[in-house]
């Protein structure tokens, strides 16, 4: 039998959980960076003017002008590499 009075056994009441609750359905940090690397790459290869390349991460930028440069592409690795010239200056 449990006594209202007795203060002093824990055991007896139950506990507020603290913190956020979980989801059930968290990502790693390992998947995170997997999936914004793949956003990244699909930015990349949508970006076609020197405007869309500014809204992209320098990460991504860079991870795109080493894929330009394996491919041989040339007009896009100097766009890149304008942008992160450009970066560089600020």
Do not use: H, W
């Amino acid at each position: 039998m449990i006594d209202s009075r007795d203060k002093k056994t824990l055991d007896a009441f139950s506990l507020k959980k603290r913190g956020r609750p979980s989801s059930g359905n968290a990502l790693s940090a390992a998947e995170r960076m997997a999936a914004k690397r793949e956003r990244d790459r699909l930015a990349i290869n949508q970006a076609s003017f020197p405007a869309d390349y500014a809204q992209l991460s320098t990460m991504a930028l860079l991870e795109g002008l080493a894929e330009a440069v394996r491919d041989k592409c040339q007009p896009a690795a100097k766009k890149i590499s304008a942008e992160l010239i450009k970066r560089a200056k600020i």
